[in-house]
């Protein structure tokens, strides 16, 4: 449940990371009863709806000491990877990452990796102290714990293996990504264009169609795709009245502002105040996900109002964040929007948390055999929020390509006018230089 609030918590970190005191003429609160101190709109509103028949169904994942252990490193690696994608976005562009689909997709991912590729691998992660198996025991325990959380919210996850079919792949790594993970392990033909098509219809299948298309195109170069899917649905246990919802500034970080659909409402939440940000929390229905909000102050940057994970984490004990957040009534203010991501070369992100990672294909034991390849990872990420819901879904991919393979020449004609040069080799001085066309 923490790491969704993580990553739930992130896109809104960035897109209300601007906004401040600019804003405090939105804030005004709505009527309260001082006897009762009872909250009550602005306008007239029905009675509540009944609880549905699924409330307080909720079944926290637990984890056994050692799975904890793992799941502390886990987020922390989390937070260092989305810190560096942050950092090398796009300017001006919205991010969101799945850190939960990315590592799901590394737990298997290692089990095809040996010698000093593993053991770096497992230090990106800061995972050099546990066994494949105890880290596989605790990605099975996550997976399903989280997917069988409640039945008020939806989670989904789903793993793939896609390799060549004209090699032959290693039956324990098989063996492993299908019992601990439930893979689906299929061999194909990557020159078949269709192939991108059964790849894709399976990325649609699991993240609800949200993410319809994750593969342009395969060839012959292609070794391997594995994949992740997750998709996430829940409805706010208190959702947004419709009619609050008003057009208000929102002030981009590039100091454009722009009228959006700004969501209102006034909720008693755990509420912690800093010098750097404000943090608040709002439930989905059974409380078994919940949004985080976290507002850098006017002026503050993101990287330095959360400098680490434990400031996502929003509890009721000091376990995870220094200084127990109170129940206040919060009015809060959030836009209504939609985002898409693509988040590529994630294993260059991963080197700029550990310099020292270099994936040698000596260590793929993948398949039967060895051969140069080149490794990468890719993320494509969706969210959508409104007054009744959110929405998410991540595909993750790990491939690999044959590099081996001679490329096809570069065609240089002299048949029209050129010129030309000869120089040393050192210094590169040039002793003629000439020109020929007529």
Not at 46 to 62: C, F, Q
Not at 151 to 176: G, I, M, P
Not at 209 to 233: E, R, S, W
């Amino acid at each position: 449940m923490k790491t969704k609030s993580i990553l739930l918590s992130v896109l809104f970190a960035l897109s209300l990371s601007s906004c401040g005191d600019k804003d405090k003429e939105l804030l005004e609160p709505l009527r309260v009863d001082p006897e009762k101190e009872e909250l009550k709109p602005a306008e007239p509103v029905d009675a509540k709806p009944a609880e549905p028949e699924t409330r307080h169904s909720y079944k926290p994942v637990l984890l056994a000491e050692s799975q904890r252990a793992v799941h502390n490193k886990v987020q922390d690696f989390s937070w260092k990877l989305f810190k560096e994608v942050f950092t090398h976005r796009d300017a001006g562009t919205n991010l969101m990452v799945s850190p939960i689909s990315l590592t799901l997709d590394l737990g298997m991912f290692i089990n095809g990796l040996e010698g000093e590729s593993l053991q770096e691998m497992l230090k990106t992660m800061g995972l050099e102290s546990f066994s494949k198996a105890q880290i596989n025991d605790y990605f099975k325990t996550m997976m399903k714990g989280i997917e069988n959380a409640d039945e008020a919210a939806t989670f989904k996850s789903a793993n793939s293996f896609w390799y060549n079919q004209t090699r032959s792949a290693n039956q324990d790594f098989l063996s492993v990504i299908q019992t601990g993970y439930d893979a689906k392990t299929e061999a194909v033909d990557f020159t078949d264009p269709t192939t991108k098509d059964t790849i894709n219809a399976w990325c649609a299948e699991h993240t609800n169609n949200l993410i319809p298309k994750m593969i342009d195109q395969t060839d012959g170069t292609d070794l391997f795709h594995l994949m992740n899917a997750v998709y996430f649905k829940a409805l706010w246990e208190e959702p947004f009245d419709k009619e609050l919802t008003q057009k208000k500034p929102f002030h981009y970080a590039n100091g454009k502002t722009a009228d959006v659909d700004m969501m209102r409402q006034e909720i008693r939440t755990s509420y912690a105040e800093t010098d750097l940000y404000q943090q608040c929390v709002k439930p989905f229905i059974d409380g078994s996900f919940q949004m985080v909000f976290i507002l850098p102050k006017e002026g503050v940057k993101l990287e330095d109002a959360i400098p680490s994970v434990l400031d996502f984490k929003v509890t009721a004990t000091a376990e995870y964040y220094p200084g127990k957040p109170e129940m206040e009534r919060v009015m809060l203010l959030a836009p209504k929007f939609k985002s898409e991501y693509t988040a590529e070369g994630l294993f260059r992100r991963m080197k700029d948390i550990n310099p020292d990672l270099m994936l040698n294909w000596n260590d793929i034991s993948i398949f039967n055999h060895k051969e140069e390849m080149l490794l990468d990872a890719i993320q494509k990420t969706y969210f959508m929020m409104d007054e009744e819901k959110v929405e998410a879904a991540a595909v993750t991919d790990i491939f690999a390509k044959v590099t081996s393979v001679p490329s096809e020449p570069i065609y240089m004609v002299l048949d029209r006018p050129f010129f030309y040069a000869i120089v040393e080799t050192n210094t590169e001085c040039p002793l003629f230089i000439g020109y020929y066309g007529e």
